[in-house]
T-cell receptor, first 113, second 113 residues
């Protein structure tokens, strides 16, 4: 089936650092979504992207829909302790119905004291 | 209550037990989903219900049996599970043909002993 590869798998950073992660697919997507999962909770939607080239911000978070429609990027500026968690990209592949999303493998963010 | 509520939050069951997971959404959505999240694996879609009809069953073993009595409630009936079924089971809902913003519950952490 469809697969979304996220990079890096894990990140260890210090508070205040900026973070960059990306998500790639072998097929094109119409929509890219970024979710965050806190420990012991379900994923929560952070940002949704609907157009190739689109750049959208949500506070310190900025995400971009790649021009090729096969990738997306998420940046977090000036990280704080509550940014810890797992970040997932997701989307409905072009040839799928809109009943389901494919999720990426996740990027686990840890902040070193 | 708002959002998606899952009960119980934690469940420990023996391999010969029968138990059920419950999910309730208060968002007026018309689609509901069961996902399985195991350590170091992407979120795995198990079942999709759209307008109370099952539209997807991703080759899930018959020891997992979903039930959707109405658009607000979703159950996952469990019987004769295996230790490898231990995972976080997440319920989500969405409004189809609008956007792809799945809303997830907090999940049920299942341990099979």
């Amino acid at each position: 089936g469809q697969q979304l590869n996220q990079s890096p798998q894990s990140m260890f950073i210090q508070e205040g650092e900026d973070v960059s992660m990306n998500c790639t697919s072998s097929s094109i997507f119409n929509t890219w979504l970024w979710y965050k999962q806190d420990p012991g909770e379900g994923p929560v939607l952070l940002i949704a992207l609907y157009k190739a080239g689109e750049l959208t911000s949500n506070g310190r978070l900025t995400a971009q829909f790649g021009i090729t429609r096969k990738d997306s990027f998420l940046n977090i500026s000036a990280s704080i302790p509550s940014d810890v968690g797992i970040y997932f990209c997701a989307g409905p592949p072009f040839d799928f119905g809109n009943e389901k999303l494919t999720f990426g493998t996740g990027t686990r963010l840890t902040i070193i004291p | 209550e708002t959002g998606v509520t899952q009960t119980p939050r934690h469940l420990v069951m023996g391999m010969t037990n029968k138990k059920s997971l419950k999910c309730e959404q208060h968002l007026g959505h018309n689609a509901m989903y069961w996902y399985k999240q195991s350590a170091k694996k992407p979120l795995e879609l198990m079942f999709v219900y759209s307008l109370e009809e099952r539209v997807e069953n991703n080759s899930v073993p018959s020891r997992f049996s979903p039930e959707c009595p109405n658009s607000s409630h979703l159950f996952l009936h469990l019987h004769t599970l295996q230790p490898e079924d231990s995972a976080l089971y997440l319920c989500a809902s969405s409004q189809q043909n609008r956007d792809y913003g799945y809303t997830f519950g907090s999940g049920t952490r299942l341990t099979v002993v």
